[in-house]
RNA sequence: GGGCUCGUAGCUCAGCCAGGCAGAGCAACGGGCUUUUAACCCGUUGGCCGCGGGUUCAAAUCCCGUCGAGCCCGCCA
């Protein structure tokens, strides 16, 4: 059946429920005393076909209507199970009148707690109230909502009809609150910092741009928060972490969205190394918190949380997966066999970047940390050993985090800026993938920054492990899709209800 | 940016290769049924075949374009 005349049938049970005094749209509240996982763990034992005088209300969805004649058995799903309706012609309130009720509508229910004779626990209901009404029918009882695109452009009709999608993102929220409880705990404050930026900074992005009307200024939105959260440090506050919507105005796919969260945490006088020492702790503990062990499925593999990690030199990686021994290459050589491997960049150290992603990242399944950096593809990072004395971990080749011994020097700094400003005037690129020079950054280092550590965390790559997710859109409520070119709502398909809620 | 795949009823899909009346199940509507659980039985309704062009006597089907989505590659820390 086509759409309105589908709805037309929603619409005349809407205008019945109206013209009996009982628009589910007026109702306010309902009070519920129970949900189905209390009476399931209360009442799992009793027998089939017993019936407890035990009352109880509930509310929440209906997910299916069987109608029997002198009998009609529904499901209803709140946000902590299902459980079975039964509605009696000889018992319940009003029978005749739940041809009104479909499939899809919320209602709240009284009743007592019984287990009918086929021995399925359930609510006989006395009675009942519809307390919203849909308009619009639900997927396919079966099957579900299984098309990927409405599944994220209607994310709401996603989460009513796939459990597994309302459960990925409980998880999540368990594992938030053991990272900021983690943070909490070990003595960091969390802070809110720019979103709205005069300069952009912090990583190598495009950024997105907008217009502020009553300064009359260009401003863009945060593509990091990390120079921010390095001027708390000049501040005088010592730990500091920000769960941050960052924004990058870039191609999506599987592990990038135009907005996604990060999580950056900077600490006072600690080096590179005890950041890393407390990303291990955390995250095993966290792992260990969510699943009793430190090791996890993912995507048919094993990742083991375990503490220490493998850390080892991006340039030792690169040899170690089969690649050249970069350090004993000139110049002349290392471009030679970039442009073998179609890697074409101006800079060498984003030529040893690529020949890490091309050799070795896919083989990075256990967390390992990646240090020593090229430099010129660091401007943030203290120096070691000729290298930026700088970080990533990898976990399922996956890039999920990002950290480095924060540069304090301001006049070293304000050097790097400058490179940065150089090689984006001499690129024959957009010139958008270099750093702007942030003159208030330099600024505050000029007051002295305490030596200190940071890092960022790509949230949603470490949520796709976490909940064994191969697409950062599964672990991102609303992803970014394209507009849709037309949306039919049912004031529009019929007009006449207008009329109803003047 | 390049390649591959998909788009048919509210949902899940068949039909396309090889052009010939647009189909099924679920949902909805009417009837039956007082213990079903993908309830069942009888009957009914429901289509911009993503959109636009072309080829053809004839296009859901073939061709071109376009929009949307997915996967892979490139790019993007």
Known sequence: ???????????????????????????????????????????????????????????????????????????????????????????????????????????????????????????????????????????????????????????YVDFIMNE???????????????????????????????????????????????????????????????????????????????????????????????EFVQLEFYWAYIELNQLMDFIEEMLESVVRELTGDTKLEYQGKTIEFKRPWKRLRMVDAIKEYGGPDVEALSDEELFRIAEELDIHEERRGEIIEKLFDYYVKDHLVNPTFVTHFPLDISPLAKRIDGYADRMELYIAGMEVANGFSELNNPIEQYMRFKEEEDLRRKSDKKGLETMPMDKDYVRALEYGMPPASGVGIGLGRLFMILTNKTTLREVIAFPTLAREEKIDVIP??????LDWYE
């Open 492 to 497: 529009e398909l019929y007009p006449e209800v």
């Open 164 to 258: 597994e999608s309302r459960e990925c993102f409980i998880l999540i929220n368990r594992v938030l609150h053991l990272i900021r409880n983690y943070l909490n705990e070990n003595g960091f404050i969390e802070v809110y910092t720019p979103i709205l930026q005069p300069v952009y900074g912090g990583a190598f992005a495009r950024p997105f741009e907008t217009y502020h009307h009553f300064l009359e200024e260009k401003m863009y939105l945060r593509i990091a928060p990390e120079l921010y959260l390095k001027r708390l440090l000049v501040g005088g506050f010592e730990k500091v972490y920000e769960f941050a919507p960052c924004f990058r105005n870039e191609d999506v796919d599987s592990l990038h969205n135009p």
């Open 1 to 155: 059946m086509t759409l309105p005349k589908l709805v037309k049938d929603y619409i005349d049970k809407l205008k019945e429920l109206r013209e009996l005094g009982k628009d589910p749209f007026k109702i306010k509240k309902f009070e519920k005393d129970a949900y189905a996982s209390e009476i399931r763990e209360k009442f799992s034992a009793i027998e089939a076909g017993e019936e407890t005088d035990y009352k109880v209300k509930i509310a929440g969805r209906l997910l299916s209507k069987r109608k029997h004649g002198g009998v009609i058995f529904a499901d209803l799903k709140d946000p902590s199970d299902k459980i079975q309706l039964v509605f009696r012609k000889d018992y319940t309130d009003d029978f005749k009148m739940l041809r009104l009720v479909d499939r899809g509508d919320i209602v709240g229910v009284s009743g007592v707690v019984i287990k009918t004779k086929r021995g399925e626990l359930s609510v006989l209901v006395k009675s009942w109230t519809v307390l919203s009404k849909a308009l619009r029918p639900l997927p396919d009882k079966w099957h579900g909502l299984e098309d990927v695109e409405t599944r994220y452009r209607q994310r």
